[in-house]
């Protein structure tokens, strides 16, 4: 199990801007994959975006696609969401997770998640 921690929620009107973090204190991500999920109230949890650590592979859910970009940031040690034009429907608590296997593998470690509210 991998320790994840998510930070870089919030409220923020609808076309604007947040950037997400997960930070995996004292691990590195090497040949991890590392996704990003999100709940919505009364929605079923859904993957938005996965990156494979080995190669770099990105991976966005159609919802977000073109709007999201996820990235690792080699000088912090984390795994971050950068959100663009967003939404209300974008509304939710977001949460990283991990496995060492693949994008399209079972996460096994997760964050206890990032409360997002689009709103104006």
């Known amino acids: 199990q991998v320790q994840l921690v998510e930070s870089g929620g919030g409220l923020v009107q609808p076309g604007g801007s947040l950037r997400l973090s997960c930070a995996a204190p004292g691990f590195h991500w090497r040949y991890y994959a590392v996704a990003w999920f999100r709940q919505a109230p009364g929605k079923e949890r859904e993957q938005v975006s996965c990156l494979a650590t080995s190669d770099g592979t990105a991976y966005y859910s159609d919802s977000v696609k073109g709007r999201f970009s996820i990235s690792k940031d080699v000088a912090k040690n984390t795994v971050d969401l950068q959100m663009n034009t967003l939404k209300p429907e974008d509304t939710g608590v977001y949460y990283c997770?991990?496995?060492?296997?693949?994008?399209?593998?079972?996460?096994?470690?997760w964050g206890p998640g990032t409360q997002v509210s689009v709103s104006s």
């Open positions: 997770a991990t496995n060492p296997w693949s994008c399209r593998d079972t996460f096994s470690s």
